[in-house]
């Protein structure tokens, strides 16, 4: 058994899990990073692909924006579309804030390659994962290797390992199971190798189901169609998935491109906030602790936006700030329940409900916001995300403003 010490242990190499490892790099703190799957297998999974302005700004604080800012596609507004008629939202005229269509797989390429080029320390295919002594100043991290068993010693454990992962299972049974929502539909992922129909993002209410049309590329589009949760990719052959798409995003003068379909996925659609996101010396970050249906593009920017508050606690903690850490799970709560709202009713708002009443109230609540700027600043403003607000009250009770270390940052960055 070979025993290890670091200052944080991370659960997970996803995006909330990397990320962190790597602004905690930047912040002079350690931590090793544990990760049950394969490598290729967490850097190619196909997911979100909507960047918020403020998940791009934290990309970029920490040195990885370079390629967001080459390759990512700014769109300043996005179409609502019901009845046959679509309306665009003017994101960046009404709220002066956008959104970068930048795929998490990309973000994920760019995290591996920070980490690589550093030698990071990421254990990936660990089996039999556990945590011990988590009341204690030195939690443990015990996991199973291909070389042996392994022990590390950390100061704190962050739980980055997705909806499914180990570490909410720690929270104890006293707190609650968290807060549930199941909605009564899924969605069908598709991807095509065709030029996107739209410059911008369609999101569609039709009689017969909610269509969103996106895009990875100039060559590749994305789309999700709402299906019956009971439902599976053999009942949508490619020409029923092309048929249903150019129904429900139909508008008079316009056409949707075909081509070839090279991924389909369902998509399970539900909310969840767990109970806290921190309990003695283990945090919570990103799905581990919060999750909400695709429809918002907010899954991801959610778990960058803890991330960002988290990596602050710590550098404020291991610069000798004793209380930095205890605002985390209530600022990153906060910050969450304002993204559920938004997300449950963008999803409520979209798809064809079974109830005849509440179909035509969605058509008429979209009639209202394509008519009234109010609405729509309100739309927009929550569309775009947030601004990261480093100096909540809650978050920093010692009132320390300085929460970019600079130098420290530049050190690592151009070494
Ligand atoms: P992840 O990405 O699930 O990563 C968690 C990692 O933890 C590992 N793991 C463990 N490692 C060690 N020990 C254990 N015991 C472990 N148990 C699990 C897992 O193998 C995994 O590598 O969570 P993270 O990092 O918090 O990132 C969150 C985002 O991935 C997620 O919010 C979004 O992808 C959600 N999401 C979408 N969000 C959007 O904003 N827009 C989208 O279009 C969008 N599409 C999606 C999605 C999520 C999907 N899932 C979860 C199936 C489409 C899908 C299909
Ligand atoms: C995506 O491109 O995968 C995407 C875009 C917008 C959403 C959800 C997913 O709301």
Sequence with gaps: MTRRTTDVAILGAGPAGLLMSWALRLHGVSSIVVESASRHHVLNRQRAGVLEQSSVE?????????????????????????????????????????????????????????????????????????????????????????????????????????????????????????????????????????????????????NSGFALHSMRSPEVSRFYLQIDPSDTIQHWPDDRVWEALATRLEVPGWSLRTGQITDKTTVPLRSYVAPTFAFQRLFLVGDAAHIVPPTGAKGLNAAIADVRLLATAFADHYAGADDSLAGYAAAAMAHQWRVQQ????????????????????QLGRLDYLSRSPHAQRSFAEQYTGEAFQPMDAEFTPSGNTNTTRPHKIARILHR
């Design 58 to 206: 934290t990309l970029t604080h920490f040195g990885l924006g370079e390629r967001i800012a080459s390759e990512g596609i700014v769109h300043s507004g996005v179409n609502l579309q019901a009845g046959g008629v679509r309306h665009r939202i003017d994101c960046a005229d009404l709220v002066g804030r956008t959104i970068t269509l930048y795929s998490q797989r990309d973000v994920m390429h760019d995290l591996s390659l920070a980490h690589t080029t550093n030698n990071s320390d990421i254990v990936y295919n660990a089996t039999h994962v556990s945590v011990h002594h988590l009341a204690t100043a030195h939690p443990e991290v015990r996991l199973a290797t291909s070389r042996g068993d392994v022990t590390i010693s950390a100061d704190f454990v962050v739980g980055a390992d997705g909806f499914h992962g180990l570490s909410r299972t720690l929270l104890p049974a006293s707190m609650g199971t968290g807060s549930h929502h199941t909605y009564p539909f899924a969605w069908l992922g598709i991807l095509a190798n065709v030029a996107p129909s739209s410059s911008e993002l369609i999101y569609a209410l039709h």
């Design 342 to 361: 938004f997300s449950q009713g963008m999803t409520e708002l979209l798809h064809r409900p079974t109830s005849e009443f509440a179909y035509r109230n």
